[in-house]
Each structure stands twice: as structure tokens, then as C-alpha cells.
T-cell receptor
Framework: DAGVTQSPTHLIKTRGQQVTLRCSPKSGHDTVSWYQQALGQGPQFIFQYYEEEERQRGNFPDRFSGHQFPNYSSELNVNALLLGDSALYLC????????????FGPGTRLTVT | QQPVQSPQAVILREGEDAVINCSSSKALYSVHWYRQKHGEAPVFLMILLKGGEQKGHEKISASFNEKKQQSSLYLTASQLSYSGTYFCGTYSRDNDMRFGAGTRLTVKP
């Protein structure tokens, strides 16, 4: 059983550019959450998708947007990149409920220069 | 609001025990514990649910005080492989997961 997968593994972008990160959830999971993790800090919640809709959103600007597809995979888009967007972006999948554990993917390391 | 973890860091010798605490100002549905090793994704350890149910690794134990919105993770007879940063994540009525800043655990031979 494949776990959560993310692509790409690493990415280098220039300030002002746009980026798309991808996530495939663990088999059987219908909910995908995205997190930003800066070095030495805990993951910060960006948003969560369920049934192709954004169900909850953290304290992130509209430059961060996402999408969930019918097969439950998801994309995270970030527009007008800033230097401060450099971080590890983690995707986690779960069943839809606060009573189920989340499984994290390996992350995408984004560097903005 | 982020949960508060303590201590920020702890150093153990193999075989010693440790307790990591997590507290929230919100009424919680569940508390999740994860361990993250350097350069890797967080790995699920334990989930504690409102009402007393818990699921997780058999070698790790934890508690959840619903009245105080506090949880503790108990690491007994620590092994070198226990080293890493431990995060608690809390799920409240806002329906999103909030993670603490982490507790860095180092186990030495």
C-alpha cells in the first residue's frame, strides 16, 4: 500500500514566480491537508480539502490556493512567491474526521531566491 | 492558537524515561502525537480522542486530560531510535490541526 506521495521533492523558484506542488493521498483516504514547515518550527496549517472543496483554512494569504481532484489527489499553488515562502511543504492525508490520524508525505522543499 | 509544548528540549541516556507535555486553550476533539527526524516527514505515533479512546504504537503511551485540555506523551526505556523532534497536534471545533513548536529529544548511548 503506497503511502502519501508528493512531487517534486525539491524546487527552486525566483521571487514573483508561481509554483504548483502535488500530493497523492494514502489509499482509502479522502481528506488532504497542506502544511508549511519552516526550519526548526512545527508545521503550520494552510488548508484542508474534502470532496473537492476547501473545508478549512489557516492564516495564509490568498496567494496560497489549492485544488482537490475526484481521485482525492491535491495541488497547492502559490502565486507571487516571496522569499519568506521558502519552507518544507507537507501534505497529509486522512479519513475525514478529527478522530483519525493524519499520514504525512515526504514533503516538497521549496527555495525562493 | 497553537498548543504549547514543554520542555523545548531534553537529553536522555538510553534506558531513561521522558515525559513531553502539550496544552491547549481550546476545547479539543483530539490530540495527535508525531515524531519527526531530521530531513524526514512527521511520523504518526498516537492519537487520543475525546472520550478516552486512543490509538497508536504499542510501545508508546500517552494521556489526555479533557478537563484541562492537556496531553502527555510517555517515553519509557528510551532507545537511540527515539531521538527526534516530537510534535503534538490538536484538533478543535475550528476543524483544523494546530501543531506545537516541538520538543527535541536526544537519546545518547
Amino acid at each position: 500500500d503506497a503511502g502519501v506521495t508528493q512531487s517534486p521533492t525539491h524546487l527552486i523558484k525566483t521571487r514573483g514566480q508561481q509554483v504548483t506542488l502535488r500530493c497523492s493521498p494514502k489509499s482509502g483516504h479522502d481528506t488532504v491537508s497542506w502544511y508549511q514547515q519552516a526550519l526548526g518550527q512545527g508545521p503550520q496549517f494552510i488548508f484542508q480539502y474534502y470532496e473537492e472543496e476547501e473545508r478549512q483554512r489557516g492564516n495564509f494569504p490568498d496567494r496560497f490556493s489549492g485544488h482537490q481532484f475526484p481521485n482525492y489527489s491535491s495541488e497547492l499553488n502559490v502565486n507571487a512567491l516571496l522569499l519568506g515562502d521558502s519552507a518544507l511543504y507537507l501534505c497529509a492525508s486522512s479519513l475525514t474526521s478529527p478522530f483519525y490520524e493524519q499520514y504525512f508525505g515526504p514533503g516538497t522543499r521549496l527555495t525562493v531566491t | 492558537q497553537q498548543p504549547v509544548q514543554s520542555p523545548q528540549a531534553v537529553i536522555l541516556r538510553e534506558g531513561e524515561d521522558a515525559v513531553i507535555n502539550c496544552s491547549s486553550s481550546k476545547a479539543l476533539y483530539s490530540v495527535h502525537w508525531y515524531r519527526q527526524k531530521h530531513g524526514e516527514a512527521p511520523v504518526f505515533l498516537m492519537i487520543l480522542l475525546k472520550g478516552g479512546e486512543q490509538k497508536g504504537h504499542e510501545k508508546i503511551s500517552a494521556s489526555f486530560n479533557e478537563k484541562k485540555q492537556q496531553s502527555s506523551l510517555y517515553l519509557t526505556a528510551s532507545q537511540l531510535s527515539y531521538s527526534g523532534t516530537y510534535f503534538c497536534g490538536t484538533y478543535s471545533r475550528d476543524n483544523d490541526m494546530r501543531f506545537g513548536a516541538g520538543t527535541r529529544l536526544t537519546v545518547k548511548p
